[in-house]
């Protein structure tokens, strides 16, 4: 494998009170240290793990990487770094909503109910303490329950309910501390290669993938702060912090004998060792000398109260009890008897807590009498590691709707953790109904629901995807927002039932009069939330009337009714001219023979061709044409031009006809002779 800077790896460890880089070359039973350099920070450029002074960090690092570059005799162009395990956070979420219970359940409103948990969690997380000045953004989630109507769920798709709910549980990371370390990186002249999480690096090399099935918890306990990472079933299932570390022994030395900082740890390693006494100058510049015992029992007490915290947060990353063994690495770990004060706060044999340094070193030889194989290099020595195993970097670059993304790779990153780093709201992928149109019609409420909206589009190299849709480096992946339906827009004739009558075994359009909001309208206006519409029928003396029908008797769906009855939309109306008594029979014969001959013949109707009046039937519809079949016109024969007319008008053959209509067909140049 054709490693970085022609061959041989660059790795950087940085941490809070020190920066250590490693250059090595991989081999085929281990990793060889070609060269190595620690270098303190001179200021406090650096607090828990996150770079406050960019400027004074890159000329440290500028520093090491010149110091490697005399000892190897090469150039160093790209490096692997480390970001710190300890800013990650986790938060715990519950979120539901209402459904319509009559719509089955789709993938996507899962995918949504799920962001939305996440999207909470991100808020608690940024926002619920207000007084980080970093924003935290999700690197990694999993659900832990689904809910239908409070009942726990396998799986919520295609049912129905009203409402559903989701546990979420949710990892974040700083995006300041990956941004912060490329600009610094980049800032003393180096190219970032590979970018992992210090408790993946120290594992890499800690804890084998061959025992990453135990439950175990490694510990990196460094100056201010403990980073735990904890394994499972072959992988790393939690990521925890602590703010406590080695520095608190050395500040209770601090405060008992007012000391530095420098004084108190040179106190601290000597009362690790097997001396008696100690001698120092207090900050008042008096000198002193103690028995270590006396130090060894101040140290005692911040030893367990360390303990208690480390036992604590192990307990609650891995579901509320002890892991099978502990791994200590860091220099803040190395302190005498601390090994077996873990065990019994967590309730293991004294064997199963144990530091890992040289013991996890031994594959790894080294060229650099400055090399010690100290628990304090084996997170260095896995960054390293970690950027010659890994064929896929452990932040993966993409680009959203052209802004370039970096985020933590989870092996199983989707377009939806994309979705939920940038924090967009997991609601712009649902499309609502558009609001339903309500009126009242002659006295009736009425509602049309909304119109369907558009769902959320997605694209990944312009190729189509979804929330699902796994995502891999460099991909360019382009969202489109959800858009919702709109109002029906409608207008009074569409909410109309058909709008004829039959009279007399004839079908007739009804005319009739509307109001809207009191006023006059056509059945063509559109209706408006709220409107009050108005139907007014004639009665049905004004109506035989406005058709020219005489009537002695009229029935309306067979029952005989007077001149002021009001008609309405599909009534079948019978009159009758005589002035005898009728019975209903006659009514019912009348009706039943207009409606056979209209079921047999359909719709029957007279016109005038050419002077001759002709009846027409077999048809609902009629055009032009038809005639044809009921005058003796050949048009086969040319004599001229063919004119048709109806009613006076020019037409074509194709052109509707109606009852009582005059046509005319004739060869144009007959006419004129």
Not at 232 to 246: D, H, L, Q, R, T
Request: net charge negative.
């Amino acid at each position: 494998m054709e490693l970085i800077n022609d061959n041989i790896i660059f790795g950087l460890d940085i941490g809070t009170r020190s920066i250590v880089g490693i250059v090595g070359i991989k081999e085929n039973k281990g990793f060889k240290v070609i060269a190595s350099h620690v270098e303190l920070h001179e200021t406090r450029s650096m607090i828990d793990g996150q770079i406050h002074d960019i400027e004074q960090v890159a000329i440290t690092i500028a520093l090491v990487r010149d110091v490697l570059e005399l000892k190897i005799g090469k150039k160093l162009k790209k490096v692997c770094i480390a970001a710190a395990g300890r800013v990650l956070k986790t938060m715990h979420t519950t979120v539901d909503i209402e459904i319509e219970d009559d719509v089955a359940i789709t993938k996507e409103q899962i995918l949504s109910l799920e962001l939305q948990g996440m999207e909470k969690a991100m808020h608690k997380v940024n926002y619920a303490g207000g007084s980080d000045d970093i924003p935290f953004y999700c690197v990694g989630y999993s659900v832990t329950n689904y809910y239908l109507n409070d009942y726990i769920m396998k799986n919520l798709e295609d049912h129905k309910g009203s409402n559903i709910k989701v546990d979420v549980l949710s990892t974040f990371l700083p995006s300041e501390v990956v941004n912060s370390l490329y600009n610094v990186i980049d800032k003393a002249g180096l190219e970032v290669y590979s970018l992992t999480l210090e408790p993946i690096a120290a594992i890499e090399v800690a804890i084998p993938k061959s025992y990453r099935l135990l439950n175990i918890a490694l510990i990196d306990i460094g100056a201010g702060t403990s980073d735990i990472a904890i394994t499972k079933g072959g992988s790393i299932i939690a990521y925890g912090m602590i703010p406590y570390a080695g520095d608190e022994i050395t500040e209770s030395i601090i405060h008992e004998y007012l000391v530095d900082f420098k004084t108190a740890e040179k106190i601290k390693i000597k009362a690790s060792g097997k001396s008696k006494t100690v001698s120092f100058k207090d900050a008042i510049g008096m000198k002193q000398t103690i028995n270590l015992e006396e130090v060894r029992n101040i140290m005692e007490t911040s030893k367990i109260s360390l303990a208690k915290h480390l036992s604590d947060k192990i307990k609650e990353l891995n579901d509320e009890q002890g892991t099978n063994a502990v791994f200590i690495v860091g220099g803040g770990g190395q302190i005498k008897g601390f090994e077996e004060i873990l065990a019994k706060e967590l309730d293991l044999p004294r064997e199963r807590v144990a530091i890992r340094g040289k013991d996890v070193l031994t594959n790894i030889s080294s060229e650099d009498k400055d090399f010690k194989k100290k628990p304090e290099f084996v997170t260095p020595i896995g960054i390293c590691l970690t950027g010659i195993n890994n064929n896929q970097h452990d932040f993966v670059e993409v680009f959203l709707n052209d802004e370039s993304i970096r985020i933590f790779n989870t092996n199983r990153l989707k377009v939806m953790d994309i979705v939920a780093l940038k924090g967009i709201d997991p609601k712009s992928f649902i499309s609502k109904h558009g609001k339903s149109l309500n009126y009242t019609l002659n006295n009736e409420a009425k509602t049309i629901r909304g119109n369907m909206g558009i769902a959320a589009r997605i694209y990944i190299n312009q190729k189509e995807a979804n929330l699902s849709t796994p995502i891999k480096m460099y991909d360019y992946i382009n969202i489109i927002a959800a858009v919702d339906g709109s109002m029906p827009n409608i207008t009074i004739k569409d909410v109309l039932s058909e709008n004829y009558i039959t009279i007399n075994g004839d079908k007739k359009i009804l005319e009739i009069t509307i109001k809207v909001n009191k006023q006059p309208t056509s059945k063509l206006k559109n209706i408006n939330e709220g409107d009050v519409i108005e139907l007014i029928y004639p009665s049905i003396g004004d109506l035989l009337e406005s058709f020219n029908v005489d009537y002695t008797h009229v029935f309306i769906n067979e029952n005989e009714c007077k001149p002021s009855t009001i008609v309405k939309f599909n009534d079948v109306i019978v009159t009758f001219v005589d002035d005898k008594k009728l019975l209903h029979n006659d009514v019912k014969t009348k009706i039943k023979t207009n409606t056979n001959e209209n079921d047999e013949q359909g719709r029957r109707l007279t016109v005038v061709v050419n002077k001759k009046t002709i009846s027409l039937t077999g048809k609902e519809v009629y055009k032009f044409i038809d005639i044809f079949d009921f005058i003796d016109f050949d048009r086969t024969k040319a004599k001229g031009t063919i004119i048709a007319t109806i009613n006076g008008e020019r037409c074509s053959y194709m052109d509707l006809i109606n009852h009582g209509d005059t046509l005319e067909i004739y060869w144009k140049d007959n006419q004129n002779n």
